[in-house]
């Protein structure tokens, strides 16, 4: 490429990339609220602007809670305002991403050029992704979007020029996000590993210096999120769900699932279900645990001759752990952790492409060209993805339709068709719902109340 058109297109590339966010998720803003946004936002005290305050001292991720209290103020309960944020935030992680992964490949050795290329080919990939719709569509996704924006923010400050001033911001990102969702405080071993990866060689003196401000913040945070009792509540209630050992087991099928859905992305439902957790001799289990095995040694084995490749799989690996680990959580296959998951999976696999064509000039021409119909093909999904978040009945029948043996959302579907007064389509399935999840009381109440309703109209 000339150096002129070269650097256009450098100049260029941030702003395009943003561009193709707002296309894809333009059709966002048509969402309404949806299952989760209704506890998490619009009956939640602590995300209205008039008691926001009162209830700081018992709320969780207070920052994402002071997003919504603030819209609450500026524009009251309308959905497409929070949906807008939402793709806003996403746009920016976006643009922060695709920097970041520039500064990466140049700092492993790809000229100017060619690091643009191939981060403006994998951030293209990953921030279409039908996965990041959990993120980004989805309001009550929120919290892993403003949480990503700061862990890019500080990732980007302290991997750059060794400033006072990048050294505030990156411990101010380091405190932020975490308060946004906790699931952040893994921010500095994200550091750690980029150091060990594709950081020029430093002296230990400089790293810690890099390093330093990035654990202060992560440790005040830490301190922050441990005085709010609603934290240390939910680990309790996770703690007596499942001790850490069994927790541990049924993580590693859960979070084997959570990748399934990056290749496979028109699997992706609001809805996923849980796995069986098989015994630890079970060969299922051992064949999941030889792949996180695997992939974590061949990160470590490559971190040298193929640095930029380990970043993404160290990336994707990290971003999975908090929330994939010694904790069970109600929902353990929620997708939001693909949303900086998946773009270690995307800049590993886009890697690996590059290595197998010949990393040569070819080579980049042709990832161009799989990144441009992958766009195509992914955004295109993405946008009808999008629509069903306007349609409760569309969204919970989308996720009956990809998980038939799966009692809720069965029952949610039920519950949509109910407000929509088709009764008779709401029993169908509410009971198809109670005979896959007989446990579900409210799901049974509620299937009382419509075969009532239908047994008076005749």
């Known amino acids: 490429m000339p150096d002129e058109p070269a650097r256009r297109f450098e100049r260029a590339a941030p702003f395009v990339i943003a561009g193709l966010v707002l296309v894809v998720f333009a059709n966002a803003a048509n969402g309404i609220f949806v299952f989760d946004d209704i506890g998490d936002i619009t009956a939640n005290p602590s995300a209205k602007a008039e008691t926001f305050f009162a209830r700081l001292g018992v709320m969780n991720r207070p920052l994402t809670k002071a997003s919504y209290a603030l819209q609450d103020l500026v524009h009251g309960p309308w959905a497409a305002g929070y949906h807008a944020v939402n793709v806003a935030l996403h746009a920016v992680a976006t643009v922060m991403a695709f920097g970041l992964l520039r500064r990466a490949l140049r700092f492993a050795g790809s000229s100017g050029s060619a690091a643009t290329t191939v981060a403006f080919a994998v951030t293209a990939l990953w921030a279409v992704h039908p996965a990041l719709t959990e993120t980004v569509t989805y309001v009550s996704g929120r919290s892993m979007g403003v949480s990503s924006c700061f862990v890019l923010g500080m990732l980007l400050a302290a991997t750059g020029e060794r400033t006072t001033g990048n ?32 950081q020029p060689s430093e002296s230990l003196a400089i790293s810690l210096r890099r390093f330093t401000p990035v654990l202060i913040g992560a440790a005040i945070a830490a301190i922050v999120i441990l005085a709010l009792p609603r934290h240390t509540a939910l680990i309790g209630d996770s703690l007596a769900r499942r001790a850490p050992p069994d927790a541990l087991l049924g993580n590693l099928h859960a979070a084997t699932d959570i990748l399934s859905y990056w290749v496979t992305p028109w699997r992706v439902t609001i809805d996923p279900p849980t796995p069986l957790a098989w015994g630890w001799s079970d060969a299922r289990t051992l064949a999941k645990l030889a792949l996180f095995a695997g992939l974590a040694l061949a990160a470590l084995a490559l971190r040298r001759r193929a640095p930029v490749f380990a970043l993404g799989i160290g990336l994707a690996l990290l971003a999975l752990a908090p929330s994939n680990t010694l904790l069970w ?74 998980a038939p043996d799966y009692g809720r959302p069965w029952i949610m579907l039920g519950y949509a068709l109910f407000n929509e007064g088709r009764y008779a389509e709401a029993e169908a399935a509410l009971r198809r719902g109670c005979d896959l999840d007989p446990l579900d009381e409210q799901g049974a109440k509620a299937l009382g109340l419509v075969q009532a309703i239908l047994a008076n109209a005749r």
């Open 167 to 198: 050294r505030l911001i990156a411990v101010a990102c380091a405190v932020l996000a975490p308060l946004a969702r906790e699931t952040a405080l893994i921010a500095p071993v994200m550091l750690l590993w980029w150091q060990l990866t594709v």
């Open 329 to 402: 959580r109600a929902d353990p296959v929620a997708l939001k952790p693909l949303y900086l998951g998946g773009l270690g999976l995307t800049l590993a696999a886009s890697m690996l492409l590059l290595r197998l064509a010949g990393n040569s000039r070819a080579a980049l021409s042709f990832l161009a060209t799989v990144a441009l119909f992958g766009t195509v093909l992914l955004g295109s999904h993405t946008v009808a993805r999008n629509a069903l978040f306007a349609d409760e009945v569309a969204l919970w029948r989308d996720a009956a339709d990809k």
